[in-house]
T-cell receptor, first 111, second 108 residues
Framework: EAGVAQSPRYKIIEKRQSVAFWCNPI?????LYWYQQILGQGPKLLIQFQNNGVVDDSQLPKDRFSAERLKGVDSTLKIQPAKLEDSAVYLCASSSANGYTFGSGTRLTVV | EDQVTQSPEALRLQEGESSSLNCSYTVSGLRGLFWYRQDPGKGPEFLFTLYSAGEEKEKERLKATLTKKESFLHITAPKPEDSATYLC?????????FGTGTRLTIIP
């Protein structure tokens, strides 16, 4: 079974620029999540999708972050404009009845 | 809202020296308690899920236990390859709240 694919692996941008991350979940997994993991902390849920509908985005900073999941498969997470405090690893995960699988993440550095 | 606290923040052990990691949480109820392992540059890898006080699960040198207010991850005779950050999380309706993790280093 292929894992959760994320790209890019690394991204360095200047503050106020925009950036987008891509995630391809495990085939057949209806639920997809984006987590933010700041260095030295545990992952924090940003948004949860069920198929292509949003289930929970209560912790997503909607003034600068947006996410979509077209056709209930791939997802993109966008930040515009980025701030220094957005430097983190952005993890995508998908789940089935058997549990969660995380991707390796995208490490974002905002300078 | 769930609060999940892990201790210690970091732990260095000699190879073969057994120990335990702690995970405590503030909200009881019908939520799962999850343990994950995270290696540098990778996403968390699932280890265990526990649901009921008194429940125990084992995998190789790891054993997870659960009480009403906390969970322990016991590591027996660890090897250098067990070095990683161990994360615990509480879950309800698939949403996970993570602790900050314990960074475990096993010295050969």
């Amino acid at each position: 079974e292929a894992g959760v694919a994320q790209s890019p692996r690394y991204k360095i941008i200047e503050k106020r620029q925009s950036v987008a991350f891509w995630c391809n979940p495990i085939s057949g997994h209806a639920t997809l999540y984006w987590y933010q993991q700041i260095l030295g902390q545990g992952p924090k849920l940003l948004i949860q999708f069920q198929n292509n509908g949003v289930v929970d985005d209560s912790q997503l900073p909607k003034d600068r972050f947006s996410a979509e999941r077209l056709k209930g498969v791939d997802s993109t997470l966008k930040i515009q404009p980025a701030k220094l405090e957005d430097s983190a690893v952005y993890l995508c995960a998908s789940s089935s009845a058997n549990g969660y699988t995380f991707g390796s993440g995208t490490r974002l550095t905002v300078v | 809202e769930d609060q999940v606290t892990q201790s210690p923040e970091a732990l260095r052990l000699q190879e073969g020296e057994s120990s335990s990691l702690n995970c405590s949480y503030t909200v009881s109820g019908l939520r799962g308690l999850f343990w994950y392992r995270q290696d540098p540059g990778k996403g968390p890898e699932f280890l265990f899920t526990l649901y009921s006080a008194g429940e125990e699960k084992e995998k190789e040198r790891l054993k997870a236990t659960l009480t009403k207010k906390e969970s322990f991850l016991h590591i027996t005779a660890p090897k250098p390859e067990d070095s990683a950050t161990y994360l615990c999380a509480r879950g309800i309706r698939e949403k996970l709240t993570f602790g900050t993790g314990t960074r475990l280093t096993i010295i050969p």
